[in-house]
Each structure stands twice: as C-alpha cells, then as structure tokens.
Nanobody, 124 residues
Framework: QVQLVESGGGLVQAGGSLRLSCAASGRTITRLSTGWFRQAPGKEREFVAAIPQSVGTYYADSVKGRFTISEDSAKNTVLLQMSSLKPEDTAVYYC??????????????????WGQGTQVTVSS
C-alpha cells in the first residue's frame, strides 16, 4: 500500500510560480512510476507530468517548458515546480503512483494510488 499526501497549492497571480509536493509512504518512490494530474471543474482529469519508474520525465504539451517534475529520494517526495502560471492552469492537482511501471503513464487508469488533491488557483 502506498499513501500520497500533496501540499503546496494556493492562490497565485498569472505569471507567478508554485511548487507542489507529494510525500509518499509505504514504498520508495524510485521503485514507482509517479505522475501529476489535474482536474478543473466540469472537465476530465488530465495528465500533467510523469516520471515512469524514475527514468525520464514526460509532460503534457500545455505545460511543457513551464512545469518541471522531479524526485527528492531523500525525502521520498515527488515535486512539481510550476512557473509562468496561467488562469487555465487552475485545477485540483493530484499526485499518483503506479507500482507496475506501465508505459501508458499519461492515463489516469494506469495509476493505482492517488493523493487527496491540492487546489491551485491562478488569477488573471
């Protein structure tokens, strides 16, 4: 069993930055595929970024060049640094983990464990 707890969300003006953290327990994150997803009101949950089995990083086109996903193995934490934020980035952001290392890292259905989510609001 893996527990995930997100933190770091909040209200920020357009063009600002936020860093989200996802603290994992129950398994070492380097033995998991981890990802960030987001869900805006009335929309489906969408892929943001992932580190499949701690090898390589992948991003949605909408955040490429603005967001950076990384791992802090000492703290067993996955980070999402978000810069140049836009109002359309407003959503609840979720951290997810997959113990099987599936190649479809961009699909929510590929992940077994989820955090509770953290709200990110970007004002114009």
């Amino acid at each position: 069993q893996v527990q995930l707890v997100e933190s770091g969300g909040g209200l920020v003006q357009a063009g600002g930055s936020l860093r989200l953290s996802c603290a994992a327990s129950g398994r070492t994150i380097t033995r998991l595929s981890t990802g960030w997803f987001r869900q805006a009101p009335g929309k489906e949950r969408e892929f943001v970024a992932a580190i499949p089995q701690s090898v390589g990083t992948y991003y949605a086109d909408s955040v490429k060049g603005r967001f950076t996903i990384s791992e802090d193995s000492a703290k067993n934490t996955v980070l999402l640094q978000m810069s140049s934020l836009k109002p359309e980035d407003t959503a609840v952001y979720y951290c997810a983990a997959d113990p099987l290392g599936r190649t479809t890292y961009y699909r929510p259905s590929s992940y077994v464990f989820w955090g509770q989510g953290t709200q990110v609001t970007v004002s114009s």
